[in-house]
């Protein structure tokens, strides 16, 4: 039920994944247990940090729901990224790739082991990531910096985390229209649109105190601060968007007329921080957690102009920068939860789980120009309820059923976009879902099979269209009441140590439940996934290693009118250990299939599709030595 893609077409720079057919914004994803959703689009920026996953010891994804302690609530799953600190044994390691569209990773790594006795561990990394990317203009700069040292003692451990990164990408807003994109040299022609610039620093310390062996406490607390752009030259622009008139000596119906060129920046600086407290009580039948979260946010956004073409406003500002519009953005939310699971038996348990979401949401806009000064603010509160019961056969089957509901706030330019003048704010209901689930799961041997049926009831479902007039913003569009449902299998195989196989298969049903669209099919979401993948070892120091996968066709609008055709895609690589070397070398895409990976279509003097494509056929080769 898993799908990514990234706008450049290679991997690189802005990524995207969605569960289940709900992007990312509806997604709960986690570094070490602190919130990475945006707190004003709930949106995830997996650009701010490349090479994130190399600190990774588990990569933790949940379909569904979940429960209270994955979070924040989620509607399509639950992502959490678990970093390792301690390790047994001292490294320090050097890694450098180099690969098609003239991409090139480096990397430095470093862990103390125990070096510094028993209860003291630290780890370090520097990561750097560069690319032209597939598509014209959509290079990228990626620099991350990963530092973590770890205390212990036979009743708390305390973990302390900094993640800085760094990005820098080149990006263009529209796709490639449907007659280039099966040309193999138009699908990758673009233009220079915008370039994104953002810092994120992520702070964290995570403590677990065990009070007594069977009660345990553990808190979280985060620090997270982001501050960065995006800039674009605009052609054409009146004066009145702008609030240019500045000395306002010109009449609305005449600034709407005058016109420049100008260069704009787009500016985000925002931070929040907060705190996650749990309380774990164990017994022999029953484990109760008790636990809450509390987040301050506030994002100052303001945008800036400058290179006029019109002589007037060059004479006035000369190369300063104007501010043509600033608003605050605050909110202050708390989680509290109760997850309580009870054991029956070796067979039965059951687990209830209940969450109150509390959330108030303020926008300060200033009064420059035509900007209405808008003071704006929101209240959303929320009860989750969640239950299941689990039942083993025998030592190979077992088989659960579940319900659960969540529910979201709108993001904030769901209800006012502050950085136009011409906008005025409107009333957004939250989206809430009802979440039924059903599996099966066995194994016998050295097959292992996971089952899963789902059905999602969605009330209010927030649609979304590229913003063709707007680059970096979205149209959006009520989906009143839309069902998210389908069936889900995993298989793994691993008949001996040298070789291993998996498929998975998600079949699914996205579709509109009532008004003039009532069965249509929703936009972008794949109704039909499939990954097959192969480990094999031939000896001791190498492993092949192969992926299929399947994506079944996506519709591009709510009326169904366009479509982004299926497609299957084959990597394949293979790892060498030589001594303290390791080499990596991967082919992706290795028939070289022309496929898209996402789209958008609208009316205008007929039907007009765009594409983002994917990379031919590509290769990236790695060399680590270690220490």
């Given at each position: 039920?898993?799908y990514?893609?990234s706008?450049?077409?290679n991997?690189?720079?802005?990524?995207?994944v969605s569960?289940r057919?709900?992007?990312?914004?509806?997604?709960a994803?986690m570094?070490?247990n602190?919130?990475?959703?945006?707190?004003e689009s709930?949106?995830?920026?997996?650009?701010?940090?490349g090479?994130?996953?190399?600190?990774?010891k588990?990569?933790q994804?949940?379909?569904?729901?979940?429960?209270?302690l994955?979070?924040?609530?989620?509607?399509?799953?639950?992502?959490?990224?678990?970093?390792?600190?301690a390790?047994t044994?001292?490294?320090?390691?050097?890694?450098?790739?180099?690969?098609?569209?003239?991409?090139?990773?480096?990397?430095?790594?470093?862990?103390t082991?125990?070096?510094?006795g028993?209860?003291?561990?630290?780890?370090a990394?520097?990561?750097r990531?560069t690319?032209d990317g597939?598509?014209?203009?959509?290079?990228s700069?990626?620099n991350?910096f990963?530092?973590?040292?770890?205390?212990?003692?036979?009743k708390?451990?305390?973990?302390?985390?900094?993640l800085?990164g760094?990005?820098n990408?080149?990006?263009?807003?529209?796709?490639?229209?449907?007659?280039?994109?099966?040309?193999?040299?138009?699908?990758?022609?673009?233009?220079?649109?915008?370039?994104d610039?953002?810092?994120?620093q992520?702070?964290?310390?995570?403590t677990?105190?065990k009070i007594?062996s069977n009660?345990?406490?553990?808190?979280?607390?985060?620090?997270?601060?982001?501050?960065?752009?995006?800039?674009?030259?605009?052609?054409?622009?009146?004066?009145?968007?702008?609030?240019?008139?500045?000395?306002?000596?010109?009449p609305?119906?005449?600034?709407?007329?005058?016109e420049?060129?100008?260069?704009?920046?787009k500016?985000?600086?925002?931070?929040?921080?907060g705190?996650?407290?749990?309380?774990?009580?164990?017994?022999?039948?029953?484990?109760?957690d008790?636990g809450?979260e509390?987040?301050s946010?506030?994002?100052?956004?303001?945008?800036?102009?400058?290179?006029?073409?019109?002589?007037?406003?060059?004479?006035?500002f000369?190369?300063?920068?104007?501010?043509?519009?600033?608003?605050?953005?605050?909110?202050?939310?708390?989680?509290f939860?109760?997850?309580f699971?009870?054991?029956?038996?070796?067979?039965?348990?059951?687990f209830?789980?209940?969450?109150?979401?509390?959330?108030h949401?303020?926008l300060?806009q200033d009064?420059?120009?035509?900007?209405?000064?808008?003071?704006?603010?929101?209240?959303?509160?929320?009860?989750?309820?969640?239950?299941?019961i689990?039942?083993?056969?025998?030592d190979h089957?077992?088989?659960?059923?579940n319900y659960?509901k969540?529910?979201?706030?709108?993001?904030?330019?769901?209800?006012?976009?502050?950085?136009?003048?011409?906008s005025?704010?409107?009333?957004?209901a939250?989206?809430?879902?009802?979440?039924?689930?059903a599996?099966?799961?066995f194994?016998?041997?050295?097959?292992?099979?996971?089952?899963?049926?789902?059905?999602?009831?969605?009330?209010?479902?927030?649609l979304?269209n590229i913003?063709?007039?707007?680059?970096g913003?979205?149209?959006?569009?009520?989906g009143?009441?839309?069902?998210?449902?389908?069936?889900?299998?995993?298989i793994?195989?691993?008949?001996g140590?040298n070789?291993?196989?998996?498929?998975n298969?998600s079949i699914?049903?996205?579709?509109?439940?009532?008004?003039?669209?009532?069965d249509?099919v929703?936009?972008?979401?794949?109704?039909?996934l499939?990954?097959?993948?192969a480990?094999?070892?031939?000896s001791?120091?190498?492993v092949?290693?192969?992926?299929?996968?399947y994506?079944?066709?996506?519709?591009l609008d709510?009326?169904?009118?366009?479509?982004?055709?299926?497609?299957?895609?084959?990597d394949?690589?293979?790892k060498?250990?030589?001594?303290?070397?390791?080499?990596?070398?991967?082919?992706n895409?290795?028939?070289?299939?022309?496929?898209s990976t996402?789209?958008?279509?609208?009316?205008?003097?007929?039907?007009?599709?765009?594409?983002?494509?994917?990379a031919?056929?590509?290769?990236?080769?790695?060399?680590?030595?270690s220490?």
């Open positions: 039920g898993v990514v893609y706008e450049s077409g991997g690189t720079g802005y990524s995207y569960i057919g709900f992007d990312q914004s509806r997604i994803v570094l070490d602190v919130p990475l959703n945006d707190n709930h949106q995830v920026y997996w650009v701010d940090h090479d994130i996953l190399s600190d990774a588990d990569v994804i949940q379909r569904g729901i979940g429960n209270s994955y979070g924040a609530a989620a509607f399509g799953g639950s992502i959490n990224i678990l970093t390792q600190i390790k044994e001292p490294q320090l390691s050097f890694t450098a790739g180099h690969g098609s569209y003239n991409t090139s990773k480096y990397s430095i790594k470093m862990n082991g125990q070096k510094l028993d209860n003291l561990s630290l780890t990394r520097v990561s990531i690319t597939y598509r014209e203009y959509h290079g700069e990626q991350g990963f530092f973590g040292i770890e205390h212990r003692t036979p708390i451990s305390n973990q302390f985390r900094a800085i760094y990005e990408a080149n990006l263009a807003w529209d796709g490639v229209s449907s007659s280039d994109i099966n040309n193999r040299k138009k699908r990758r022609e673009s233009y220079k649109a915008y370039t610039d953002f810092l994120q992520i702070y964290s310390l995570n677990i105190y007594k009660i345990i406490f553990r808190n979280v607390s985060y620090l997270v601060k982001g501050k960065g752009y995006y800039e674009t030259q605009k052609q054409g622009q009146n004066f009145y968007s702008y609030n240019l008139d500045i000395n306002n000596q010109y609305d119906s005449t600034e709407k007329n005058m420049t060129d100008l260069l704009r920046r500016w985000l600086n925002n931070q929040y921080f705190i996650i407290p749990t309380l774990t009580l164990k017994q022999d039948r029953y484990r109760l008790i809450a509390f987040r946010y506030r994002g100052d956004h303001f945008g800036k102009v400058t290179n006029f073409s019109d002589t007037n406003l060059v004479n006035h000369g190369n300063d920068w104007y501010e043509y519009y600033d608003y605050t953005g605050k909110k202050l939310s708390s989680t939860f109760l997850h699971a009870y054991f029956v038996s070796n067979k039965l348990s059951f209830t789980d209940f969450q109150y979401q509390k959330h949401w303020t300060e009064r420059i120009g035509h900007a209405a000064g808008h003071s704006l603010s929101a209240y959303w509160d929320f009860q989750n309820p969640r239950f299941g689990m039942y083993n056969m025998n089957v077992s088989l659960f059923v659960g969540s529910s979201k706030e709108p993001a904030d330019n769901q209800i006012i976009k502050a950085d136009d003048v011409f005025e704010p409107v009333k957004a939250a989206e809430v879902i009802d979440d039924y689930e599996g099966l799961q194994q016998f041997h050295k097959i292992a099979v996971k089952t899963n049926f789902y059905r999602i009831n969605y009330d209010n479902e927030q979304k913003d063709i007039e707007q680059e913003e979205y149209e959006y569009f009520s009143d009441a839309t069902i998210h449902q389908g069936f889900e299998i995993s793994k195989y691993e008949p140590n070789f291993s196989a998996f498929m298969n699914s049903q996205n579709i509109f439940t009532t008004g003039e669209f009532k249509n929703l936009p972008t979401t794949p109704s039909f499939l990954n097959v993948g480990n094999y070892s031939p001791e120091n190498l092949l290693f192969s992926n299929f996968r994506v079944g066709k996506q519709y709510i009326a169904n009118a366009g479509k982004i055709e299926s497609y299957s895609v084959i394949f690589g293979a060498y250990q030589w001594k303290k070397v390791e080499i990596t070398a991967k082919i895409n290795l028939f070289d299939t022309l496929y996402f789209g958008y279509g609208y009316e205008y003097n007929g039907y007009n599709a765009f594409y983002w494509p994917g031919t056929r590509n290769m990236f080769v790695a060399v680590s030595y220490l």
